[in-house]
């Protein structure tokens, strides 16, 4: 079996003195939707930021495509071929759908154009010209996610992309990252809705407390359900 894409070994992390990952160890094999699981609070959201270099201090080893992240600043990780989709969409009021698509700079081959981007996203190709805020929930998270494409990144980092939307554009992003999984792009997933989770991932990593303490393959998910449960209770 060749090595995974991405690596993720005995990775720490700090904000201040505040200790929150733990020992993060996962691993994603080029191609797969992997997710990250958990409740709130347990590191998910923190374990990308991570690999992307953003968190103030961390200790370990992320490995792309065998080269060591940890120490490298967020802008040289970016240009490896990684691109972050936050759960916040970080959409800029000031500029229009089409300025908000054309920002991100292309960093390698292969990246989608706008009309494949429209393909997938057709509602915004009838926004281009309106503010990025102007959208709505549902198509600001077109749009968030449709700005990383462009760039010709091969792993995705998707923070809770279906958060607060209505079930009609849930399924939407659905069909969207089941269609990029079949282009090829490789996807890391943090989610809380496990069961939108569950009809799209290879594999799920349950987090709690910073560290991951179960993996669950898609084709455990029917007798598995009961463990997941457990996990993402309240």
């Not at 080029?30 to 998910?44: D, P, S």
């Not at 281009?128 to 700005?147: P, V």
């Amino acid at each position: 079996m060749s090595a995974p894409l991405l690596e993720v070994e005995d990775l720490h992390a700090w904000y201040g003195e505040a200790h929150v990952l733990h020992g993060m160890r996962f691993a994603v094999r080029e191609g797969e939707v992997v997710t990250l699981l958990g409740r709130n609070g347990a590191g998910k959201t923190t374990t990308l930021k991570a690999i992307l270099g953003i968190v103030p201090r961390r200790t370990g080893s992320i490995r792309f495509r065998g080269r060591e992240l940890v120490g490298l600043p967020p802008h040289r990780i970016a240009r490896l071929g990684i691109a972050w989709c936050p759960e916040e969409r970080g959409i800029l009021a000031s500029l229009t759908v089409l300025e908000n698509l054309l920002l991100p700079p292309v960093v390698a081959d292969g990246g989608l154009s706008l009309e494949a981007i429209f393909e997938l996203f057709p509602n915004l190709r009838e926004r281009l010209s309106s503010q990025g805020t102007k959208l709505s929930g549902g198509e600001q998270q077109m749009l968030a996610i449709a700005r990383i494409l462009r760039t010709g990144a091969r792993l995705l980092l998707l923070d809770e992309p279906t958060e607060g939307l209505a079930p009609v554009i849930v399924q939407q992003i659905g069909r969207t990252i089941r269609r990029l999984k079949e282009a090829g792009f490789t996807i890391l997933l943090v989610e809380q809705n496990f069961r939108f989770a569950a009809r799209i991932a290879d594999r799920h990593y349950i987090v709690e407390h910073g560290r991951v303490v179960d993996e669950i393959a898609a084709a455990e998910i029917g007798p598995g359900q009961e463990r997941l449960v457990a996990y993402l209770a309240v």
